[in-house]
């Protein structure tokens, strides 16, 4: 069993009298998928942004590798080989797609206080945006300007836009989020394909996809993991089905 | 896309020249008043181009750009009355009429201020950023105010403005040149930081701060540096201002010299490199024409600002384009 | 000491005219995020309406009418006029539109008046002083603008957490889609609470005519000083605006009167005199420094 990339130990966040995070565990191995379920509320989205060092927790731990992350700024934790995508896409929507792609690559290149020559007559900045979008299926649309993208498109770019800084651990935060069938399946293949090179903790709706996907899975419901399995572990889990699957069933 | 960027040379190219030819042809006219109208364009449009930087292409809403103005043309004023005096500033600091000297003083001691402001500033945003700048530079003023040693509320004359070895500055031409050269640098300087790695990281700022801290971007250095950047060149302006009128006041750092420089960047086109030095143009002779006419200018100009806030989208020039755009 | 206690009186005075104008600007700012630069120009509409008034009629009490009146029709048409169109756009518009209203007003009244400042009398019925404790001796005006002034601020309690309005501009100041999608008439909403700002700016703007100068750019002046307090206050709470208004008060009076006589102790008078004035002109601005370093958000913001 290898160790852990992402620890996370008794993780609290409130919001005055809510407690939107309550003593999280969590622990995302290298290599691993592992999925974030739990009912809209549960706090998933919360925790990404604790993770990612968007929101300050007021208590636990975060290890990353084995080191401590806890006062860093995102800035930061992104050079440790965190990346993040966003359930509502945050792009740079006047920019182009190559553009967006381009701008993570030069963050990641180092510091950006580089005063007179002109970025984008740089090739190699070029070169590595377009094979990361040829990479996704985007290479066509590398000129397009973002506010023009659909919904699809966007979502892709939002994952094109974190592999960029070349992550070792991604948080997804619903990436299927307002996909068709076959965008989520395109997204599914992706994902899948990446499972070798960047571990990843992927908050999701779609149970198709967490089922198809995830290696492991945890169950966040009122800020707490209630279960923490196999796909089939999950699937099965009493708790669970009472306070989650079988939500989902109704409804479905 | 190579057709546009080679028409824009040109262009360019054609303004540059007109602008060499102005103060021949302004005496040919018989007009030598429009050399010194000419240069206050030049002098506003470095200052509001400064400005833009940080507002059009950072999206950070200074409200507070005039104080940096005003300690560049008071940098120049008290290098003079020390230089005049004999006295050494603060005991050890000689004073200076020389303009490559003064000059590159006053850029670096309002980069200085700037630094201080904006790394205050900066911890906020929003509404909270326009009232701090604007308070910062309301402070600043009261402080020239209070500074008796230095003309307080009536401001410091310069007797003569600043020499440049080989020049007779006291020529109104030849400062019009110099201000026009130093135009020039700054406008190539400033194109140059736009188009590079920094000014891509300031557009992606305005776009969408979180998506900048999430693709790894310390946001607040790279904010504060072009914070200081766009305080340096207010600075320049300022020093210039100071060398053409002689003068300098607590007027300069007044809050509506803030808001003025703020209307030549809208009037010229947020974010465009050469839009403030077009609606400093704009802004200077409405100025002029207006104040000719009547004596409540500023209610015209107040009229004009309100009806290109409200109806134009991206100031004259859009609003140019798209009368031109209408009646092909 | 009696000195001292006069001078609190004199700070908490100024500090509740403050809390008139940011109270206004934090109601506006908070249910609309609307900056509004132009809420001076409103205080100096209703010094000027109330001035004029009362020469003309000798009745104080028509002058306030007259400045309330004055500064809530500005207040409203302003809001109908321009305001109205600039909720969805940036921060930025709202300031330059705004500006261009205080150009305008400015000019107006300049031309309507003239840049001569006038002068307001007192009002008969609160000249003259009271002996508030023995040997302190302290006018009746000041004293009825601190009553006033608290009256608002308990008015304005009772109004936020008491009343279906108040219900809204809390709810408005944490999330505005939420109140739009309450189903309230939410231009109505707007309207009504962009005149009650401007009748508390007007209210202040008459109650300062017989203290200080009544001219043109006296609006610019408090509002600036008004936009340290929300800064301080932290933007958006009203509670944080009334503290921040009496420290700002208090802390601008007490340099002015104390600070050139402590520096006289250490340096020669006039340039004591020259110095303690510049530093207490600034010293508020300094607070403000020292707060942002401290706690960005103002100091009775609500954490995010």
């Known amino acids: 069993m290898t160790a852990p990339i992402l620890a996370v130990r008794g993780l609290v966040k409130r919001f005055g009298g809510l407690l939107a995070t309550d003593a999280v565990d969590l622990d995302v191995r290298a290599g691993e998928i592992h999925a974030l379920i739990g009912p809209n509320g549960a706090g998933k989205t919360t925790l990404i942004s604790q993770l990612f060092g968007e929101l300050r927790p007021d208590g636990g731990t975060i290890e990353l590798d084995g080191k401590v992350i806890d006062g860093l700024s995102t800035a930061e934790r992104v050079s440790r080989g965190l990346a993040r995508s966003f359930q509502i896409t945050c792009l740079l929507s006047d920019y182009s797609v190559r553009d967006n792609v381009a701008i993570a690559v030069q963050v990641r290149q180092g510091h950006s206080f580089r005063f007179l020559a002109n970025v984008r007559a740089d090739r190699e900045l070029r070169a590595e945006a377009d094979a990361l979008l040829a990479g996704a299926g985007l290479a066509e649309r590398a000129e397009e300007i973002v506010a023009n993208l659909s919904h699809g498109e966007r979502k892709q770019l939002e994952l094109v836009v974190a592999l960029a800084s070349r992550p070792r651990l991604l948080l997804l935060d619903e990436p299927m989020a307002g996909l068709g069938h076959t965008e989520s399946q395109q997204m599914i293949e992706m994902l899948r394909g990446l499972r070798e090179t960047v571990a990843m903790l992927l908050v999701e709706h779609d149970m198709d996809a967490v089922f198809k996907l995830a290696d492991r899975i945890s169950v966040l419901v009122y800020g707490r993991v209630i279960a923490t399995g196999s796909p089939d572990d999950i699937r099965d889990h009493p708790e669970v089905r009472k306070a989650y699957l079988g939500e989902g069933d109704e409804t479905c | 896309m190579n057709g546009s960027s080679s028409a824009r040379l040109v262009l360019v190219l054609v303004v540059l020249v007109a602008l060499a030819a102005l103060p021949s042809v302004a005496d040919a006219m018989g007009q030598p008043a429009l050399t010194s109208l000419a240069t206050r364009i030049l002098i506003y449009g470095i200052a509001a181009a400064s400005l833009n930087l940080v507002l059009g292409y950072g999206g950070m809403v200074s409200f507070g750009h005039a104080a940096f103005f005003g300690i560049g043309g008071y940098v120049v004023g008290i290098l003079y009355q020390h230089y005049a005096s004999g006295e050494p500033l603060f005991g050890f600091v000689p004073g200076s009429n020389q303009l490559l000297v003064t000059v590159p003083a006053a850029i670096l001691v309002s980069g200085v201020f700037a630094a201080i402001i904006g790394a205050l500033s900066l911890r906020t945003s929003g509404v909270q950023f326009i009232m701090i700048t604007l308070a910062f530079a309301q402070m600043l003023f009261f402080f020239f105010v209070s500074l008796k040693a230095y003309g307080g509320d009536d401001g410091l004359i310069i007797r003569r403005a600043n020499e440049v070895p080989g020049l007779n500055m006291r020529d109104k031409q030849t400062v019009y040149y110099v201000c026009l050269a130093a135009a020039a640098i700054f406008f190539v300087l400033l194109w140059r930081v736009v188009n590079s790695r920094f000014g891509n990281v300031l557009v992606g700022l305005r776009q969408s701060e979180r998506r900048m801290a999430a693709v790894g971007l310390p946001v607040y250095r790279y904010k504060l540096a072009a914070f200081v950047i766009s305080g340096m060149g207010a600075g320049l302006a300022g020093a210039l201002m100071a060398n053409f009128m002689r003068f300098a006041s607590p007027d300069m750092l007044h809050w509506t010299k803030s808001g003025e420089l703020m209307v030549m960047v809208i009037l010229g086109g947020v974010g465009t490199l050469f839009g403030p030095l077009a609606g400093a143009a704009v802004f200077i002779i409405l100025e002029t024409v207006l104040a000719a006419w009547t004596e409540y200018w500023q209610l015209g100009l107040g009229a004009i600002l309100l009806f290109v806030v409200l109806y134009t989208h991206g100031g004259v020039q859009a609003l140019a384009l798209r009368l031109v755009g209408r009646r092909v | 000491m009696t000195l001292f206690l006069e001078q609190m009186l004199n700070g908490l005075q100024f500090g509740v005219m403050l809390f008139l104008m940011a109270a206004g600007l934090t109601l506006i700012f908070g249910i609309m995020g609307i900056i509004n630069l132009a809420h001076g120009s409103i205080y100096m509409v209703g010094a000027y309406a109330g001035t004029l008034v009362i020469g003309q009629t000798g009745s104080f009490l028509l002058g306030i009418l007259a400045a309330l009146g004055a500064a809530a029709v500005t207040g409203v048409v302003m809001e109908m006029v321009v305001i109205r169109r600039l909720y969805r756009r940036d921060h930025l518009d709202q300031v330059l539109a705004t500006f261009a209203i205080i150009l305008i007003l400015n000019q107006l009244v300049t031309i309507l008046f003239g840049r001569q400042p006038l002068f307001v009398p007192m009002p008969p019925l609160l000249e003259g002083s009271v002996e508030l404790l023995p040997g302190l001796v302290y006018p009746v005006y000041r004293l009825s603008i601190i009553l006033v002034g608290l009256l608002v601020a308990a008015g304005l309690y009772l109004l936020i957490n008491r009343t279906r ?87 601008d009076t007490m340099l002015r009167a104390y600070l050139p006589g402590l520096l006289r102790q250490v340096m020669v008078g006039s340039e004591a005199d020259a110095l303690g004035a510049g530093i207490s002109s600034m010293g508020i601005y300094l607070l403000m420094a020292l707060v942002l370093l401290v706690r960005p958000k103002g100091l009775f913001a609500a954490d995010s």
């Open chain 3, 165 to 251: 309005i108040g219900m809204l501009v809390r709810a408005g100041s944490t999330n505005r889609d939420m109140v739009r999608a309450l189903g309230v008439d939410i231009r109505m909403l707007y309207t009504l609470v962009f005149g009650l700002g401007a009748l508390l700016a007007g209210l202040a703007g008459l109650m300062a005519g017989p203290i200080l100068a009544v001219q043109v750019g006296m609006g610019e002046q408090i509002l600036i000083t008004t936009f340290v307090v929300v800064v301080i206050g932290g933007v958006g709470s009203i509670r944080g605006a009334f503290f921040a208004s009496l420290i700002i008060g208090v802390v």
